[in-house]
T-cell receptor, first 114, second 113 residues
């Protein structure tokens, strides 16, 4: 069965600093990988996804992620964080096929200091 | 993309009662899913709502506790039955149009007293 690990429970960065959130997965076949963001009191919003092709994917709000098969990683990055980026970030993996279900990591809470 | 709405957005319920949560998608989706997010935790899949057949439940979740309906390709309900304080969570539904991307509703925040 697939699993997702987000090693950082809580990260604090200064506004304007760069950000990298780590995600490692365990899955035997080609994974579908996702990053979602959950703002306080809100549902989940899809930031970006990787299915195949270019291993560097661009998402919304200036986020990008890089798939590294050799490291089983899909880290999320942003060059300059804004205070509004403070939220909970979830990495998720999906098995292939239309009847898929997501397995989520435990999440990383991002705090942004001014 | 799909836009998903849920009703109610929040509720406070007494133990022993049941609550039905509605999930509406603005377009037809192949699959719909129900997740639970306990306080401070990640999301756990409860079940896959299948149109025209019974839902498929994950380990630890049973139909008697979480009956699910999926009458058509745009609507599903989840009932939390015989509630206890341990059922206090956020319940989220999601839809997938077959492209592997799941879009989530805003969630239903449930507090059981």
């Amino acid at each position: 069965a697939q699993s997702v690990t987000q090693p950082d429970i809580h990260i604090t960065v200064s506004e304007g600093a760069s950000l990298e959130l780590r995600c490692n997965y365990s899955y035997g076949a080609t994974p579908y990988l996702f990053w979602y963001v959950q703002s306080p009191g809100q549902g989940l919003q899809l930031l970006l996804k990787y299915f195949s092709g270019d291993t560097l994917v661009q998402g919304i709000k200036g986020f990008e992620a890089e798939f590294k098969r050799s490291q089983s990683s899909f880290n999320l990055r942003k060059p300059s964080v804004h205070w509004s980026d403070a939220a909970e970030y979830f990495c998720a993996v999906s098995t292939t096929g239309t009847a898929s279900k997501l397995t989520f990591g435990t999440g990383t809470r991002l705090q942004v200091t001014l | 993309s799909a836009v998903i709405s849920q009703k109610p957005s929040r509720d406070i319920c007494q133990r022993g009662t049941s609550l039905t949560i509605q999930c509406q998608v603005d377009s037809q989706v192949t699959m719909m899913f129900w997740y639970r997010q306990q306080p401070g935790q990640s999301l756990t899949l409860i079940a896959t709502a299948n149109q025209g057949s019974e839902a498929t439940y994950e380990s630890g979740f049973v139909i008697d506790k979480f009956p699910i309906s999926r009458p058509n390709l745009t609507f599903s309900t989840l009932t939390v039955s015989n509630m206890s304080p341990e059922d206090s969570s956020i319940y989220l539904c999601s839809g997938s149009g077959g492209e592997e991307t799941q879009y989530f509703g805003p969630g239903t925040r449930l507090l059981v007293l």
